[in-house]
């Protein structure tokens, strides 16, 4: 079953793209406008744009929910400012041409297993928001998440939005081993543990899939922008399909 | 916790990996120019108490950054000096006397597995037995040896890195995005006041000890991309500085990013030495970096 859908844009031109320094050895590109899901498709542009010129002052490129950043090695870069401004009149000026509407993603289906013994957390949940634990299955599994940028660990994708009904906040203390595979909710995001690691997000399932691989051909399955959708699967299901460590 | 470290991983932060690498650049680069190494090769970065090491076969070798008082066979050596090992010989840290990062470079390449462009460790950690191969480095990397002559400016540049990574309490940074939301009083202080290293630091980030700092309003921030450096101001008050480990991206307050050149300094402090911040900019960052560069060319 695979699903195709089109990621709205605005008009891109409605970006106002700004540069400043973070430290001596990274640019921040910011956008003073509210987030939204056409800020997604804007900084993957921008990241994309900025990475195909390979350029060899450029590290890393890192993008996040409303700013893009360079890590730049300092004995290459001269002016790092007027090199910033210098990328964004390039971007500007070479969009113009381009079709905003075009961009059409795949959604990835992720299969997870809502079963009480991993989703620890669904039992207060369901207390706390007054819905049963098969409303919350339901909601979580009915809404495409948009992958705003990945972090905290490698492979870790932050996507939203959660439907408010089930939005819950982080618990205060985190847990000190989370298992790699868990699916969790921390206000309006949603993700997934790639590995076995400390964590405070709201543990709702887990998904038998490998969400990074260190094999430099696979390594992350999510990347920004990308659309994701979950599925419940059985027990039995998980076990059979099941790449994690347990 | 003992690693081997080089120039770190790059070109992967998009997708989460941290880019890894050595604590002090400087001290690391050092050890390994004084052994005739290209100066981003793989080292080993030990932290008291370190490591011990037996020697399989002879070698060049060299420790550069903190001093844990390194005896070889019982007899204690020198360091940032080339030091001739021999079969069976045994090295041992003694005391952290000076500084609290220490690196053993080996003439020739540690042969290791190298994961995206890197062999710097990041979930793992030198074991008690693991063993280590030397390989001869290839055509272009063959450094030459004919170092005599050099060694006098040599000498001149272990000292101005000495100097300037050990003898400073000075750390400088430039304002970050959220700098303004600090209240007055807050910017003052982290000007005015001394500030320590406390004992939870790590290789992802070290945490301060200093007066307590506050944001004029309690505000949650989007999470943005952070760096080696990036001072973020913890729900507590405290600053956390970021080092080689880090996250790539982070939701605290970025109140500034020190600057790379003075890292190495921050890396060394030993937590019961005040050190004192200050407010530098761009330009000087950039010369005082290419400054301290040309040590190693």
């Known amino acids: 079953m695979i699903h195709y859908f089109k990621i709205m844009t605005k008009i891109f031109s409605n970006f106002n793209w700004k540069a400043q320094a973070l430290g001596d050895h990274a640019i921040q590109f910011y956008v003073p406008e509210k987030m939204d899901q056409a800020m997604i498709c804007e900084i993957k542009c921008f990241h994309d744009f900025i990475f195909s010129l390979q350029l060899k002052e450029i590290k890393d490129i890192i993008p996040s929910y409303h700013t893009l950043t360079l890590i730049y090695d300092i004995a290459l870069m001269h002016e790092p400012i007027a090199f910033a401004n210098d990328l964004i009149e390039k971007f500007s000026s070479g969009r113009k041409t381009e079709v905003a509407n075009k961009e059409v993603n795949k959604i990835i289906e992720v299969p997870v297993c809502y079963d009480e013994i991993f989703g620890i957390d669904l039992i207060s949940m369901s207390t706390k928001l007054s819905l049963s634990i098969t409303e919350i299955i339901k909601i979580h599994t009915e809404n495409i998440y948009q992958v705003y940028c990945l972090g905290f660990m490698p492979g870790f994708a932050y996507m939203g939005d959660v439907n408010i009904k089930i939005q819950t906040a982080r618990h205060a203390q985190p847990r000190k081993n989370v298992s790699a595979g868990s699916v969790g909710i921390a206000g309006a995001q949603t993700g997934i543990y790639p590995m076995h690691s400390p964590g405070g997000w709201q543990i709702i399932g887990r998904t038998p899939l490998k969400i990074f691989d260190k094999d430099p051909a696979i390594l992350s399955k999510f990347k920004m922008g990308d659309a994701v959708k979950f599925y419940p699967i059985t027990r039995a299901e998980f076990e059979s399909l099941n790449q994690n460590e347990l | ?297």
């Open chain 2, 1 to 297: 916790m003992d690693t081997l470290q080089d120039k770190g991983r790059y070109g992967f932060q998009h997708i989460g990996i941290p880019p890894c690498g050595y604590l002090d650049y400087l001290s690391a680069q050092l050890a390994n120019v004084i052994v005739g190494n290209p100066k981003e090769a793989p080292i080993f970065e030990l932290h008291f108490p370190a490591s011990s090491f037996i020697f399989n076969e002879a070698h060049t070798i060299c420790i550069s950054g903190a001093n844990f008082v390194p005896v070889l066979n019982d007899k204690s050596i020198a360091l940032n000096t080339p030091i001739q090992v021999s079969k069976n010989d045994t090295l041992h840290f003694m005391q952290p006397l000076l500084g609290k990062t220490s690196y053993l470079s080996i003439k020739g390449n540690i042969d290791s597995s190298v994961w995206l462009n890197s062999k710097s460790d990041f979930s793992s950690q030198l074991k008690t037995n693991d063993q280590f191969k030397i390989i001869a480095w290839d055509g272009d990397n063959k450094i030459n040896s004919d170092k005599t002559e050099k060694q006098e400016s040599q000498q001149c540049n272990i000292d101005k890195i000495q100097k300037h990574i050990f003898n400073s309490n000075e750390i400088r940074f430039i304002p970050g995005p959220q700098w303004n939301d600090l209240t007055n009083e807050s910017i003052s202080n982290i000007i005015k006041q001394p500030f320590n290293t406390s004992l939870n630091s790590n290789r992802m980030g070290y945490t301060l000890k200093g007066p307590s700092l506050q944001l004029i309003e309690q505000k949650s921030y989007l999470s943005s991309a952070v760096t080696r450096g990036t001072m973020q101001l913890l729900p507590n008050g405290e600053i956390i500085v970021l080092m080689a480990n880090h996250q790539t991206i982070g939701g605290y307050a970025n109140i500034g990013q020190i600057i790379l050149v003075d890292l190495p300094k921050l890396v060394q402090h030993k937590s019961e030495l005040p050190f004192r911040f200050s407010i530098t900019n761009v330009e000087t960052a950039h010369s005082e970096y290419k400054q301290m560069q040309k040590c190693f060319s």
